[in-house]
């Protein structure tokens, strides 16, 4: 049974991060600007987050399974229609529907290996090879697309979820065990929409906010109307006699602690892949394949050492396990702010993915574990949907925010680079929406001819600045978070569990 959840896990959270490797093959085929490449991977994850509340309510109301199996039939479609499409517009609306799908999987994975293993030692372990695979997923995600890419049209990254939903249904069908909220209460409708709206607000604002402007009218509007949405749901909650999820867990330390270091943990590492496969592409002048071939390194370390770190955390407590963890993180990307563009791999690139990996594998189990063994049986899938809308909203906002800080390095450096050309206001525009975009305009540059050179060093150093400002913006985050996990993290939490039946 754990096997057959790890596949769902693995399904899910794959695309992720598979459209990575794609991302300088669909800027240049469908014409992507930064945004657009941004929304590609960002517009998977906004439903995904949104609608992760009602996805727990509604698995835990009418069976964890049976949501699970319809869910993944109904991923399975949308992801033909993402092979399917042939512009961004297409691209977007198959992938927003394919987030929306995976919000009713993921919830109701961790629902069940929560109420499948009774043991808080076995519950524990199990929560290690459930966040193992979903770091390797989320590692090998790029490896996986780029031989695809390789080999095939971009479509290929999106038909390969076929097979994989097929084993995953009827494995599912077979092995898992159905399970429901034993507590049945009036559907809690109020407290879905003002969640919902709240979620999906907020990710919006985050999403939009490096185009719009962070102090926009239009950005600043949508943070309000989802603070107001968050204060609307809170008061829900509280009058609820069965709420979609009891807001009162939030004052328990280890929950709400261990929601706060997994969406950091997951801030850094999305925020690092969104760079790092493009300056694999884009700087050392990698194809797709072989830019994920050389992120393998991450999945390894995770795959080993995830587990390793929830029995560790069993041991010396989640408190000392995840706080080490962060400050790993934050001194992998305060190394990484050094790595030049004429790097070499087997060197300072390598040990920066492995401390990176080291520290991440280090969060997922222990935070996962504080989350979830806090709550009461009627908790599980609120809790579980907490736990992967943290894991979202922090993604989400490592792409937003990390390709803001880098966009607004690169663009105005870019520009100045390119300014000699003779080329027009929209031109310019263009070159300076990516670094794709602003090597298609030197392509244009007779070969070997100085200026060529010239112009190619400086849109280099342009990405090569951005790059180092965007990893020291996600390093000062894990330090910071580090330091609070210490503070708040209970000593011991993992000790604390009590049994949960279904």
Known sequence: MLGVLCVAVLLVAVDNTIVNVALPTLSEQLRASNTDLQWIVDGYSLPFAGLLLMGGGVSDRFGRKRIMQCALLLFGLFSFL??????????????????????????????????TFADPAERAKAFGFWGATAGIAIAIGPVLGGELITHFWYGSIFLVNIPIVIVAFVATALVVR????????????????????????????????????????????????????????????????????????????????????IATGFFCLFGFIFLVTQYFQLIHGYSALSAGVHTLPFAFVTMIMTPLGALAALRVGARYVVSAGLVIMGGALLYMTTISAHAAYFGPIVASMVLLALGFSLITAPSTAAIMISLRPDQIGAGAAVNE??????????????????????????????????????????????TQAAKSVIAHVPAGSPLREHLVS????????????????????????????????PKGVAHEQQPIHS
Not at 201 to 223: C, D, K, N, Y
Not at 459 to 470: K, L, P
Not at 472 to 481: C, D, E, G, P
């Open 178 to 261: 159905e399970s429901r909220n034993p507590f049945v209460h009036r559907f809690d409708y109020l407290g879905l929409l003002y969640g919902t709206s709240f979620v999906s607000l907020l990710v919006f604002a985050i999403i939009q906010g490096p185009e719009w402007g962070w102090q926009r009218g239009s950005t600043l509007l949508f943070f309000v109307i989802s603070a107001v949405a968050l204060g609307l749901m809170i008061r829900s909650e509280l009058r609820s006699d069965g709420p979609l999820l009891d807001v009162r867990v939030f004052k328990n330390r280890a929950f709400s602690s261990g929601a706060g270091a």
């Open 389 to 434: 809308t943290t894991r979202e909203i922090g993604g989400t906002l490592g792409v937003a925010v990390v390709g803001s800080v880098f966009s607004s390095i690169f663009g105005p450096q870019a520009r100045t680079a390119l300014a000699g050309l003779g080329l027009s206001p929209r031109q310019l525009n263009l070159a300076q929406s990516s």
């Open 82 to 115: 993402a092979a399917r499409s042939n512009t961004i517009s297409e691209l977007l609306t198959a992938r927003a529907l394919m987030g929306a799908a995976a919000a009713f999987i993921f919830p109701a994975t961790l629902s069940l290996l929560t109420t």
């Open 458 to 489: 400086g849109v280099t150093s342009a990405f090569i600045n951005g790059f180092h400002r965007g990893c020291l913006v996600a390093s000062i985050f894990a330090l910071v978070a580090g330091f609070a996990a210490f503070e708040f993290l």
